[in-house]
């Protein structure tokens, strides 16, 4: 299947830089609404919905590995004018870490929330990999969209030092599983703030956008 031939769920809205939102698996693009309206127009947005989430497309089983998924990042980047700033929560993160590391001069800024970076270590990987497929049971999703969340290398985590954009990285007071991933990416990219959201969880963006877009708002500030 031709990847151009997905659509894609999405929505455009405000002006300026664009901030290009990519969810977390077994969510969609409306886990951003409230980031949105909390930053408001004076801000260029895109949010999507990953291939098999939302209203985008699912396609069969097998289209849905992390290059398929990179590649309808592209798509969505290659709506913009110039350089975004990607943003990104759990799964999302890690794509937008990938697709910078693939495409570094079309990413100005990063903005990670409640993500990671991958596993070194095959044997993390693996337990990683059937905790998904076993949640993916019992989950009312798309046959085969799990493969995008499981993790079948150490290339994004060992290539870390490469990104040289500045970071702002997010995660919620009572995300203990993310909570780890902050001092790994403040050890090896330009991370020029680390904000931890109080009595929040993994979906702190969904819990307090207010808090969220506070953040990405001061960052914006600081790298214009």
Not at 66 to 88: K, S
Not at 182 to 188: I, Q, R, S
């Amino acid at each position: 299947m031709n990847d151009n031939q997905i659509k894609l769920d999405l929505i455009e809205t405000g002006s300026g830089v664009p901030l290009i939102y990519t969810h977390g698996w077994a969510d969609d693009r409306t886990a951003w609404d409230g980031v949105i309206d909390s930053l408001g127009d004076e801000v260029g947005h895109i949010a999507w919905s990953i291939r098999g989430h939302g209203e985008s497309d699912a396609p069969p089983p097998g289209n849905y590995t992390r290059t398929h998924t990179l590649n309808d990042l592209e798509r969505i980047v290659d709506m913009a004018d110039g350089q975004v700033v990607l943003v990104g929560h759990s799964l999302g993160g890690y794509l937008s870490l990938a697709f910078c590391l693939q495409h570094p001069s079309r990413v100005k800024a990063l903005v990670l929330i409640g993500a990671g970076p991958g596993f070194r270590k095959e044997e993390t990987r693996s337990q990683w990999n059937a905790s998904v497929k076993s949640s993916a049971m019992t989950m009312d999703i798309p046959e085969g969209s799990e493969e995008a969340a499981l993790h079948v290398d150490s290339w994004v985590i060992d290539s870390l030092a490469e990104i040289t954009v500045p970071v702002l990285v997010i995660v919620g007071e009572r995300d203990k599983r993310f909570a780890a991933s902050m001092a790994v990416f403040e050890k090896y990219l330009d991370v020029k703030a680390s904000v931890v959201v109080p009595e929040a969880g993994h979906s702190v963006h969904r819990k307090n956008p207010q808090a969220v877009a506070q953040a990405i708002e001061s960052f914006l500030s600081e790298i214009s």
